[in-house]
């Protein structure tokens, strides 16, 4: 597959280098090329260094790994280098005091779609910091780590879902492209709990089993006790 990257940081350096040995064609797109050469020499395999409009051109899927706030302009600016291509989105609007900046307004996501009308955008690999997507493999007591991916179209969501299983992850439907704020406000209470905090952000959560309440076995098991116990 080819991959076209726009963005030179943490994020763009930690997914490239496992799609790099996963095999995939990957560009470096930025707007200074020695950071993109830096980052390109730094993936080695088949990454190469090129300009943001460059990138945008020659991916089959295009990862916007840049900062909230830029990422829409970027995109414009190589729209039609976009058109009916994947544009992965894996940014997290989250500002100081871990406040959400698109409340009340459209997701991270929504504004690359409105700038790019004729990508098909997805959301995807925003829930974990970079040094986690660095890991080979990110797998947690024997559990792969399942991400999330949102977006509208099924072509475009078999690409990223690749994608994830390149970095050894598992992913997991997420619902539509209108389902990304969610993922970005998860993003931000989990941030603000494990940095904020200090808190484990997974005890907030009970196992699968429990999610709708104990499960029928157990609620029979545990009446059968009761009425053990009351004899």
């Known amino acids: 597959m080819r991959i076209g990257v726009l963005g030179t940081g943490n994020m763009a350096d930690a997914l490239a280098t496992h799609w790099a040995r996963a095999g995939h064609d990957v560009t470096i797109g930025g707007r200074d090329t020695h950071k993109a050469e830096r980052l390109a020499t730094r993936i080695g395999g088949s990454a190469r260094p090129a300009s943001l409009r460059a990138a945008a051109e020659f991916g089959q899927v295009v990862l916007a790994a840049l900062p909230f706030g830029a990422g829409a302009e970027v995109v414009r600016d190589v729209r039609a280098a976009l058109e009916s291509k994947v544009l992965l989105d894996c940014s997290n609007p989250v500002g100081p005091g871990f406040r959400l900046l698109t409340e009340g307004g459209?997701?991270?996501?929504?504004?690359?779609?409105?700038?790019?009308?004729?990508?098909?955008?997805?959301?995807?690999?925003?829930?974990?910091?970079?040094?986690?997507?660095?890991?080979?493999?990110?797998?947690?007591?024997?559990?792969?780590?399942?991400?999330?991916?949102?977006?509208?179209?099924?072509?475009?969501?078999?690409?990223?879902?690749?994608?994830?299983?390149?970095?050894?992850?598992?992913?997991?439907?997420?619902?539509?492209?209108?389902?990304?704020?969610?993922?970005?406000?998860?993003?931000?209470?989990?941030?603000?709990?494990?940095?904020?905090?200090?808190?484990?952000?997974?005890?907030?959560?009970?196992?699968?089993?429990?999610?709708?309440?104990?499960?029928?076995?157990?609620?029979?098991?545990?009446?059968?006790?009761?009425r053990q116990g009351t004899r």
């Open 106 to 226: 459209p997701s991270a996501a929504q504004q690359l779609a409105a700038a790019a009308p004729e990508a098909h955008v997805i959301k995807a690999f925003n829930l974990c910091h970079e040094d986690v997507w660095r890991m080979r493999s990110p797998v947690f007591d024997g559990r792969p780590l399942a991400v999330p991916v949102c977006g509208d179209d099924e072509s475009a969501l078999a690409r990223v879902r690749e994608l994830v299983r390149d970095l050894g992850c598992e992913a997991v439907a997420g619902g539509g492209l209108e389902r990304a704020g969610l993922l970005e406000a998860t993003a931000a209470l989990f941030i603000a709990l494990w940095v904020g905090e200090g808190v484990d952000a997974q005890a907030i959560a009970p196992p699968l089993a429990y999610a709708a309440g104990p499960s029928h076995q157990e609620g029979e098991g545990g009446t059968a006790a009761l």
